[in-house]
């Protein structure tokens, strides 16, 4: 009587791991309905980071094509953000850890960053980052640094130095924080101000890391007929 007792039993448990392995093999009709270059989280959120201290997630990326890849392109939103893969060449189902790492100098409140991915078949995918930063009393005042210092320059100092229009000056300069078209966004709305008040404010700054003078003799990229060019600009507009 055991004897059969013990084949029924293993007969039971061969079924049951059977049927585990159905469920935990992914079938080719699942794989195909995944993206073919997947970014997994497609989202990171990391809640509140100091500022100062570097905002890192690291995301996966998946090869779901049947051939091998390579990352042939990984452009970020802004200079302030670094991206690097651990390999450059991902197998046929394989996948790789993608390193996203901000730097949180002079930035405030909600932030969001993107890196854009493209591999060598033309499959695209994107990585988004969030965080908060907030204030860190560790920070001497002395250290605090600006948007025109490290990577920060890179996006705000050395690209205002060529632009010409006051348009191209301020998308390049100034859209990222105040918005399209003036209208605010991480900075505040400058549409209700008068042509000499935003001089006075694009050429001396306000007293913060966020907003330094941008005037050359402030230490900032932009001539004095670029600040007239672009306070005229922003004043025009409706």
């Known amino acids: 009587m055991a004897k059969y007792l013990n084949i029924i039993l293993c007969l039971f448990l061969l079924s049951c791991t059977q049927e585990q392995a159905k469920q935990t093999v992914q079938t080719p009709e699942a794989i195909q309905s995944l993206p073919a270059l997947h970014i997994q989280p497609a989202t990171y959120v990391l809640g509140d980071i100091k500022e100062g201290e570097a905002a890192i997630a690291t995301f996966i990326i998946r090869n779901n094509n049947p051939e091998a890849i390579e990352l042939v392109d990984i452009q970020a939103s802004c200079g302030c953000t670094v991206a690097e893969p651990d390999s450059y060449i991902i197998g046929a189902g394989g996948f790789t850890q993608l390193k996203v790492a901000v730097d949180t100098t002079a930035k405030q409140d ?52 060529a632009a010409i229009e006051p348009s191209k000056l301020y998308e390049v300069g100034c859209a990222m924080c105040h918005g399209e078209g003036a209208v605010g966004a991480y900075a505040p709305d400058l549409r209700h101000h008068d042509t000499q008040t935003l001089k006075t404010i694009i050429a001396q700054g306000v007293g913060k890391p966020q907003m330094p003078g941008f005037a050359v003799k402030h230490g900032g990229p932009l001539s004095e007929q670029q600040i007239h060019d672009l306070a005229n600009w922003i004043a025009s507009l409706p």
């Open 110 to 161: 909600g932030i969001k960053k993107s890196v854009f991915i493209t591999d060598s078949l033309g499959n695209k995918a994107t990585a988004t980052l969030t965080f908060n930063v907030v204030s860190n009393p560790h920070l001497k005042m002395g250290s605090v640094k600006g948007i025109f210092d490290g990577q920060c320059a890179s996006c705000h100092f050395e690209p205002l130095k």
